[in-house]
C-alpha cells in the first residue's frame, strides 16, 4: 500500500469516527462500531489506529484544525485590528461548540487520559493564537489604532493566558451553552472597557 493510500484510508477512518463518537460519545462508543461503519473489521481498523484512545485525539485533531481555518477565514474579512482582536477571543466560543464538540466533551469530562498524547499538539496551537494575537496588536500599533508603548508579544501572552483557555484556572470548568452564552457577553464587556477605559472622558 502506497503512502497515499495509507493516508487516504486513515483518514476516511477519522472521518467515520468523528460521526460514531459524536453519536455515541467516547465511553460508549466501541472500536467495532467505528470498524463496522468504515466497512472494516476490527483488525484491519487496529492496523492503522493502535487504540481507540488514538483515534479520539485524532478525530480532535481535525475539529481543532476546522475552528482554526474558520477563525483565520474570519479574521480576513475584517479591517480593524480592534475588531480582529474582539473576534479572536469572542469567536473561539461558539466555534468550538459548533466545530469542536468532542474538544469540548474531552474538556467537560475533567480528566488527564489523553493530556500526555495532546500536549505537543495544544502547545503548537497555544503559539499560534498567541503569535496570531501579537500580528493583531502590532497591526494596530502601525495603523495608529492601538498604544504604541505597549510590549505586544507580553500583551498576547497576557490576553491568552487570563482571557482565552490557557489559564490553569480553567482546567476544571464545565464548558455549556449557557456558560458559552456568558462567557461572550463577559469577554465583549472586557473588551470594550480594555480598548475604551472606564473613566469618562470629556469632550472638548
Known amino acids: 500500500m502506497s503512502d497515499s493510500e495509507l493516508n487516504e484510508k486513515q483518514q476516511h ?20 462500531d467505528i ?98 494575537l501579537q500580528e493583531i496588536i502590532l497591526e494596530g500599533q502601525q495603523s495608529g489604532e492601538f498604544r504604541e508603548d505597549i510590549d505586544a508579544k507580553a500583551c498576547a501572552g497576557v490576553i491568552y493566558r487570563k482571557l482565552m483557555f490557557g489559564d490553569e484556572n480553567k482546567t476544571n470548568c464545565t464548558f455549556c451553552e449557557e456558560m458559552i452564552k456568558q462567557k461572550e457577553k463577559d469577554l465583549n464587556l472586557l473588551i470594550e472597557l480594555i480598548l475604551t477605559g472606564l473613566i469618562k472622558r470629556e469632550v472638548s
Do not use: W
Not at 477512518?13 to 467495532?32: H, L, P, Q, W
Not at 492496523?47 to 480532535?60: A, C, N, P, R
Open 13 to 32: 477512518i477519522i472521518n467515520v469516527a468523528e460521526t460514531v463518537f459524536t453519536r455515541y460519545g467516547y465511553d460508549k462508543t466501541a472500536i467495532s
Open 35 to 132: 470498524a463496522a461503519e468504515a466497512g472494516l473489521g476490527k483488525g484491519t481498523l487496529y492496523y492503522y489506529f493502535d487504540s481507540k484512545e488514538d483515534l479520539f485525539i485524532e478525530v480532535m485533531k481535525l475539529q481543532i484544525q476546522a475552528v482554526f481555518v474558520e477563525m483565520r477565514e474570519k479574521l480576513a474579512t475584517l479591517q480593524k485590528a480592534s475588531d480582529k482582536l474582539l473576534t479572536s477571543l469572542v469567536a473561539p466560543l461558539s466555534l468550538l461548540r459548533d466545530k469542536a464538540p468532542l474538544y469540548l466533551q474531552f474538556i467537560n469530562a475533567n480528566t488527564n487520559m489523553f493530556h500526555t498524547k495532546l500536549i505537543d499538539f495544544q502547545n503548537e496551537k497555544q503559539s499560534e493564537i498567541c503569535n496570531s
